[in-house]
DNA sequence: CTATAACTGATACAAAGTATCATCACTAAC
DNA sequence: GTTAGTGATGATACTTTGTATCAGTTATAG
């Protein structure tokens, strides 16, 4: 588990440099217990250059802390992960608040599927779109 | 179940003209049994305009004919749709072809998980990455 | 056959990154 | 404390994957 308090100290274990600009970008997502989009984190920061906002997220998936999920339409997203290496994400569709579970059921249910279809399954993706508890329009559809 | 042939039937049936770059498309998408980028499109028919080519596809994907879906990677591909509404796909990330499943067990696993996270789950996306049967290095690793 | 609405390609633009590169800033050695 | 060297940075240009605009073309109903 990779508290979000740490995603400077995350880098800094990796052996990258605790520079400025990281310490923003750090700070800010911190703050965050949502979704984010690059350009977000780039309008928001604008002290910040872009390249250096991507680089950063770059080394965040690389180091586990952040991971990019797909919107319902299709766009990219990230967002901090608390859980460990393998998990999944639910998304509201209203507000991108997003949540992380593990379900054994789903990593049972994945290799049962896997042994009906030809092939050997390496790897798989799960997002669950929702309407969270917290949003307005919740149950009104 | 809509059937490979009638992609440009598929279009008609909407209230879309049959052009002849829609014939071309969808032409060589039938042919194709494996995904496909939008790039590749625009290479393999240079008579046909970028702009038609995007323009054909959103058809196609609106008229559920043709899926969206996630490389490995984040990246997008598309890919033909033979079963009806709602399905999942296991893409082979050597070669990438794309098979089509639905299983019952995933569609009860989903609304299990769903009732015990706040909110309302109101769609979901599953692709497994696989190293397909056909495929050198299938077992290699 | 013709009117007209749908469709097209060219072009410009937009969003989401990536590559290049001169400059800047840590860090470690002296 | 300087200084050399590597890592990191911002500006800029570029790439990829589309979308918007628009003048010109084409399918099709009548």
């Not at 390496?122 to 329009?137: K, T």
């Amino acid at each position: 588990m990779i508290p979000h308090k740490e995603l400077l100290a995350v880098l800094e274990e990796l052996g990258y440099r605790a520079t400025a600009p990281r310490k923003a970008i750090a700070e800010l997502l911190e703050r965050k217990q949502d979704s984010f989009t690059a350009e977000a984190l780039i309008e928001e920061l604008p002290s910040v250059g872009r390249a250096t906002v991507f680089r950063t997220i770059k080394l965040l998936l690389e180091a586990g802390a952040v991971c990019k999920l797909a919107t319902i339409d299709g766009s990219q997203m990230y967002s901090l992960c608390r859980l460990g290496h393998h998990h999944h994400h639910s998304v509201c569709i209203q507000c991108g608040a997003v949540e992380e579970f593990k379900a054994a059921a789903v990593e049972r249910l994945i290799s049962a599927i896997g042994s009906e279809i030809p092939g050997e399954v390496i790897d798989h993706r799960i997002e669950l779109y929702v309407i969270c508890g917290s949003c307005p329009f919740h149950g009104s559809r």
